[in-house]
């Protein structure tokens, strides 16, 4: 078992690339110099390989970065973030934090007279809007009035029971009589 744990140690040091190298029969018996654990412990070492397939897995371990899949991030990076919430007021008076008092100048003479001017604007809509109001009730109860004294004088809709018969066409016929007695 142990022979197979080793031949497998082997296999997998020349194969994938290893920080501590897996100890080799050979290695038991010996220590290995202070310089080689140092350079075992900075460098990637890959054992029995070609110089070429060195070079391409160097390039290749120190090209690729290991992240989390995507499915174990909290927020996906193809996805914006929203803007930071505000924080909830607090009702309370805080003794820490002191507030600012903030002095509130007088209002300059163009802002006052701008304001006044807004405020006659509006008055002046308001007083339009009662007044065209007014005129539109006049008028409804002027038609209303009207329409109260015509109701006597409108002719009644006749029911759809009442239907007029069509007389029997007597005098067609005598006329068609006096035709055929001049022919």
């Keep these: 078992m142990e022979a197979e744990l080793r031949g497998n140690e082997n296999i997998k040091s020349d194969i994938c690339p290893t920080r501590i190298r897996p100890m080799s029969e050979q290695d038991i018996g010996q220590t290995p110099p202070p310089e080689q654990d140092e350079f075992d412990k900075l460098f990637t070492v890959f054992k029995g390989s070609s110089p070429e397939d060195i070079s391409h897995a160097r390039q290749l371990w120190s090209s690729l970065s290991l992240l989390p899949p995507l499915e174990s991030r909290l927020v996906s990076a193809d996805i914006h973030q929203r803007l930071p919430v505000s924080r909830p007021q607090r009702s309370g008076f805080t003794p820490a934090v002191a507030p600012k008092l903030v ?15 807004e405020r006659q604007r509006y008055v002046a809509m308001g007083d339009q809007r009662r007044e065209i109001l007014t005129l539109l009730r006049r008028q409804r109860e002027q038609r209303i009035q009207k329409e109260v004294v015509s109701v006597a004088f409108k002719p009644k809709v006749k029911l759809e029971t009442e239907k007029v018969e069509p007389q029997p066409p007597s005098d067609t016929e005598m006329d068609k009589e006096l035709v055929e007695q001049l022919q």
């Design 103 to 117: 002095t509130v100048e007088p209002p300059s003479v163009p802002t006052l007279r701008q304001r006044q001017e």
